[in-house]
């Protein structure tokens, strides 16, 4: 919006200035003409064209001034924001005469608030007669520009009463312009101080400068106040104003409203201060706490110790230092309710005698949020009721919530299919002897059904105990050692063939070579059990077949892998099941209420071989096929290949 008003404003005084019967001119840091209007090209004795781009000081300057009116000039360009200067100095026509000329100047900026030229206005007053005409006519341009300037500006006489304030300087000083032409420079209505509020010296003030010393002043810094009591601190440039004669006339002044720079510089002082402060106090405390730990003082955090910036990402202390509560929350709590109106009550309702401790989503400093759990306290520093924040971050302790919930519902479904099978064979028993119908044969089928059940509930404890193991083990380099899979994998199809007893299996392993090493654990046994026990329990055939199939692969051409092909002639995987064969898993359980069907035994299988750092996925056995059987792949680090686990 400011830019769109600065383009208008730079559109209306370009119109002006065009029309103008005073030499506009347009210098750029390289002392060369970028615009000059008509009245001045001729007043040279050229056209416009003849004049754009070259040297004004070279071409249009007196030899004998050029020195000093470069020296201006330069000066400008390295100077000072929103400089003023009117000087006379001679301009050299095209025929070689000279005409004096009264000059106005003003700098023009970029974006970036570089200074790339400046803007002069220039009355010719040769004539002496036609000096008072020229200057009462173009009088009105001057105003405009200075009512239209984006700073405040205010001018005075030589003895220092204000006679103008454009609409800028308004809003800055806060009074209207008649109020403030009715004062001086140093009115003692202004309560004029330092920025500390200390008494200003009346010899120190912009105007007294630049009268007794007929140059400019930059940057004087000092505050009033406001109508309202209200401290105003303001930044002052001011420069001399003189008569044909070079008598000093008067002084104008570009204000500059630094309030909110000061207030905020000192909030910040103000913040380190008290962290400087109390941090004798509690910066042990702070720093040794493995709780984050922080002060709220009108709703605002006043200190907070190393743990409080770890727990929310921040890297330095101010990212937390002035900021409330909510700020580090997402804008709604878990309940509907808005975290500010949350948190504010649960401040209010902290007193001496009553702590608060609630849960809550807390939101880190790159957005992304955690579980934590607070308690607030109120304690007393400097005799001042302080409110403490102890926050806990409780992710952890939620995910093992949301794990012992999977477990649960695990156990409840998986178990109560295990004791349907047992009723179902308890009946068929029970209609035996009701009927007397069953064959010795078939009692001893029942009999075997039931002995399948309690095994698969013995099995089913069995890997909820070892996904509990995982889960609760870290890997490192010590955890996995060399293991012959070779070998494993012949025991467990030894001890497979001696349990299975109602199928015929015929299980055969095709591997090149004796050895087969691969990083693992005493885990391993239970990716190729696990596999070998689904061909088997989902196989319509009366003779179960299993083909297994190993060969050493490179991976990301530096490491050697083992693949195992476990190939069945079971009833085959959907390929709408293919990627969620593996995903069950507590974290999914919200939106795969009914994956419970596809057995624990593959996240199992899939968790172990993750902790190995290796990949599994589910082929058909024909190409096209699912119900051809499945081709089960898995990659396992070669024990001798270097690889982070």
């Known amino acids: 919006m400011k830019r769109m008003e600065k383009n208008r404003l730079h559109g ?128 009105d341009i001057r105003e405009k520009i200075i009512e239209s300037s984006p700073v405040g500006i205010t001018i005075m006489d030589e003895n220092g009463n204000i006679i103008f304030a454009n609409d800028h300087a308004e809003k800055i000083l806060n009074l209207s312009k008649t109020d403030i032409t009715q004062r001086t420079y140093n009115t003692p209505d202004w309560e004029i101080t330092d920025y500390n509020g200390n008494i200003f010296p009346n010899e120190r003030l912009p105007f007294s400068i630049v009268k007794r010393t007929k140059k400019p002043v930059f940057h004087i810094k000092h505050a009033i106040k406001g109508k309202k009591g209200e401290m105003i601190y303001l930044d002052v440039n001011a420069t001399p104003l003189f008569d044909d004669e070079n008598n000093f006339t008067g002084v104008i002044a570009i204000i500059e409203d630094v309030t909110e720079e000061i207030l905020a510089k000192r909030e910040i002082e103000k913040s380190e201060y008290k962290l400087k402060r109390s941090e004798k106090m509690y910066r042990a405390l702070f720093e040794r706490s493995p709780l984050a730990i922080l002060l709220l003082d009108d709703e605002k955090v006043i200190n907070c110790n190393r743990k409080t910036l770890e727990m929310y990402g921040c890297d330095i202390y101010e990212d937390m230092i002035g900021k409330t509560p909510w700020k580090f929350s997402p804008k709604i709590q878990p309940n509907g309710k808005p975290s500010k109106e949350k948190a504010l009550s649960m401040i209010n309702k902290t007193t001496d005698e009553k702590t608060q401790t609630f849960y809550w989503i807390s939101q880190r400093k790159d957005g992304s949020t955690f579980h934590s759990e607070i ?190 092909s476990f190939i069945d002639n079971a009833r085959g995987i959907e390929t709408s099941q293919k990627q969620t064969i593996f995903l069950r898993d507590y974290k999914d359980l919200e939106h795969k209420k009914d994956s419970f069907g596809l057995g624990l035994g593959l996240t199992l299988v899939k968790r172990i071989i993750n902790r190995y750092g290796g990949e599994i996925w589910v082929d058909d056995k024909v190409p096209g096929d699912y119900t051809q059987g499945s081709k089960f792949q898995i990659l396992l680090p070669e024990a001798n290949s270097r690889r982070n686990v």
């Open 375 to 564: 308690n607030l306290s109120l304690i007393k520093i400097d005799h001042k009721e302080i409110i403490q924040a102890i926050i806990k971050d409780t992710s952890e302790l939620k995910r093992a919530y949301n794990r012992a919930e999977f477990y649960k519902d695990l156990f409840v479904h998986d178990i109560n299919n295990i004791l349907q099978g047992n009723l179902t064979g308890i009946q068929l028993i029970e209609n035996y002897f009701e009927e007397q119908s069953l064959e010795d044969k078939q009692i001893w089928h029942v009999i075997s059904l039931l002995k399948n059940q309690v095994t698969r509930g013995a099995r089913l404890v069995s890997n909820i105990r070892k996904l509990s193991e995982i889960e609760s083990t870290e890997i490192n380099e010590k955890t996995l050692t060399p293991v012959n899979a070779l070998n494993c994998l012949n025991n467990v199809i030894e001890g497979i063939q001696q349990k299975v007893e109602d199928k015929e299996l015929q299980i055969s392993i095709d591997s090149p070579q004796s050895k087969v090493f691969v990083n693992a654990d005493k885990y391993l046994k239970d990716i190729f059990e696990n596999l070998i026990l689904n061909a088997i329990r989902h196989n319509q055939h009366e003779v179960v077949k299993v083909e297994i199939k190993i060969s050493l692969e490179k991976k990301d051409h530096r490491f050697n892998f083992f693949k195992f």
């Open 12 to 139: 209306e005084i370009r119109s002006i200035l065009d029309e103008s019967q005073s030499i506009v001119v347009i210098i750029n840091s390289k002392k060369e003409i970028e615009y000059i209007n008509d009245f001045g090209a001729k007043l040279l004795g050229y056209q416009r064209e003849e004049v754009i781009g070259k040297n004004w000081f070279k071409n249009f300057i007196p030899r004998k001034n050029r020195d000093e009116i470069n020296s201006v000039f330069d000066n400008l360009i390295e100077g000072y924001v929103e400089t003023f200067r009117t000087y006379f100095s001679p301009i050299l026509t095209q025929d070689g005469t000279e005409r004096i000329i009264f000059w106005k100047n003003s700098l023009l900026k970029d974006e970036t608030n570089r200074i790339t030229g400046t803007l002069s206005l220039g009355d010719d007053i040769t004539d002496r007669k036609e000096l008072e005409k020229q200057l009462r006519s173009k009088m």
